[in-house]
């Protein structure tokens, strides 16, 4: 009688490259075969160096890098500036660099097309190093170069899938850098169908920076985050930007609990001060004190022991401190002290997914934060962002926040909020307010009007989910302490 065949549970492998394992639910299938495509310049090698290197100083998982094109001392040349480099994996074989060409010696490679027999010495070349060095992770840089050497397609197959399985049989990881044409296809049209996986890299040029992307077509056996992602080459390596999951398991917000605004009348005006895991939307024209708003509220919880973050994209975090310093408000101090953390993003070449990226791990490095300002939603519009992605970012934002228990402050410039004529004190709410203020737990309308030939701030509250809140139009003063609650619109 035949025993029923027993699932072997997959072995996942973390790349260890920041996002990227995020982007692949964990990590690589242990023994599997990747194909790291794209044109030149889009960052293969980078990738298949920083994945070698961390493998081995994070997870003691030695690994081997082959290149067929590249010579070995030009490739740790280049690799020696990048932060992931570590001289002492390489001196312990940790990480090992070899070059095709000595590793398969007196068979003249480079002067001839290969046949089955050479193919085969390349293989056995290759898995007798992996052997010796018990290497677990595999690069091969660049498969496409040493396939144009064979002498026909199917001899390119049975290559491919020799050194496939025997890098499977003894679960080693390999990552095959491979070139596309200008249709994004593998060149030779076997590559992807043999491996067990296929992440594509390609680059596109904005305003003053190349935009990278990253796309995970296929991965067998493991689930995986579909579409584009974009990502960085840093002094430090790859940074990947994933997309924030819009679902949690657990929301930490609490209707009952209250954080104060930072101004007592508002706070009273608001049945208490914000419900603890808000999304309120500050909106209002330019000049009414959005701004100042967010730093009250800000303050009352660096006063409190509280950490906060600061997401600006309009001024500089230094231009930020002295603007607040005008009003008493010593954020220096609290920026010195680690309590406030800025994050800042260049309004050319904005991408949603790395600023969203970017707040993620500002809150995760503090996981004590309680608030954040973000200054401003206006000024991702103004780069003519579609208004579909806009709302896409603050549902992801409003998820992540919420799962974290972060009470958060929004801005948004609202220039419609301007009132001349009475008795009419509301005045027209522009379509985007409107489509944005479903997607926030509260709204703050801050808005002008003429009385008597003056300029009068008034303020009410749109909107407050599942909470009270007061339906009074209230008159508001900026001054040298910031915001003052006068009291009532006088009619």
């Known amino acids: 009688m035949k025993k029923p065949l027993v699932e072997e549970k997959l072995q996942i492998q973390p790349m260890g490259i920041p996002g990227l394992d995020s982007v692949l639910n964990g990590g690589l299938v242990e023994g599997s075969s990747v194909i790291l495509s794209g044109q030149p310049g889009t960052g293969k090698t980078v990738i298949g ?262 997401l600006t994209m309009e001024e500089p975090p230094e231009q930020i401190v002295k603007t607040a310093a005008e009003y008493g408000f010593d954020l220096e101090k609290f920026k010195k002290s680690g309590q406030l953390a800025f994050v800042s993003e260049s309004l050319l070449d904005t991408n949603l997914d790395k600023l969203l990226y970017k707040i993620v791990n500002a809150a995760k490095n503090k996981p004590d934060t309680k608030r954040i300002l973000i200054d401003s939603i206006s000024s991702i519009e103004s780069r003519k962002i579609p208004l579909e992605l806009v709302r896409e970012f603050l549902v992801q934002l409003n998820f992540f926040l919420k799962s974290e228990g972060i009470t958060a402050y929004v801005n948004h410039l609202e220039p419609s909020l301007f009132v001349s004529v009475p008795p009419q004190t509301f005045g027209p709410t522009s379509a985007t307010a409107l489509r944005l203020s479903s997607l926030v737990d509260g709204v703050i309308l801050a808005r002008y009007i003429e009385r008597e030939k003056k300029i009068i701030n008034v303020l009410n509250i749109l909107k407050l989910r599942g909470s009270w809140h007061e339906k009074e139009i209230i008159e508001y003063e900026i001054n040298k302490k910031g915001i003052s609650i006068t009291g009532p619109l006088n009619k």
């Open 49 to 310: 160096l920083q994945w070698l290197f961390t493998g081995y100083t994070k997870f003691k998982e030695p690994g081997v890098y082959i290149s067929t094109t590249e010579p070995i001392a030009s490739a740790i040349k280049n690799t020696r500036t990048l932060g992931f480099y570590s001289q002492s994996a390489v001196d312990e074989a940790g990480v090992y660099f070899s070059d095709l060409e000595i590793l398969v010696k007196g068979r003249n490679l480079e002067e001839k097309k290969l046949d089955s027999k050479d193919i085969n010495a390349v293989v056995q070349a290759i898995t007798n190093l992996v052997d010796k060095l018990g290497s677990k992770r595999v690069v091969f840089d660049n498969i496409t170069g040493f396939l144009y050497r064979l002498t026909d397609v199917a001899t390119a197959r049975v290559f491919l899938s020799r050194l496939i399985r025997a890098m499977s049989i003894r679960n080693a990881t390999l990552l095959l850098i491979a070139e596309r044409n200008n249709q994004g296809l593998s060149v030779f049209g076997v590559e992807d169908s043999v491996a067990d996986g296929i992440i594509v890299l390609n680059y596109t040029l904005g305003e003053q920076s190349m935009i990278r992307r990253l796309n995970v077509e296929k991965m067998r056996g493991v689930s995986y985050r579909s579409g584009q992602v974009i990502f960085d080459i840093t002094g430090d390596g790859v940074i990947i930007y994933p997309k924030i999951p819009s679902y949690s398991s657990t929301f930490k917000t609490d209707i009952t609990e209250r954080l104060s605004s930072g101004l007592p009348a508002l706070d009273k005006m608001l049945g208490g001060g914000v419900p603890y895991g808000h999304l309120m939307l500050i909106s209002g024209n330019t000049g009414t004190g959005k701004t100042t708003f967010g730093l009250h509220f800000l303050m009352d919880g660096l006063l409190k022991g509280e950490d906060v973050i600061y």
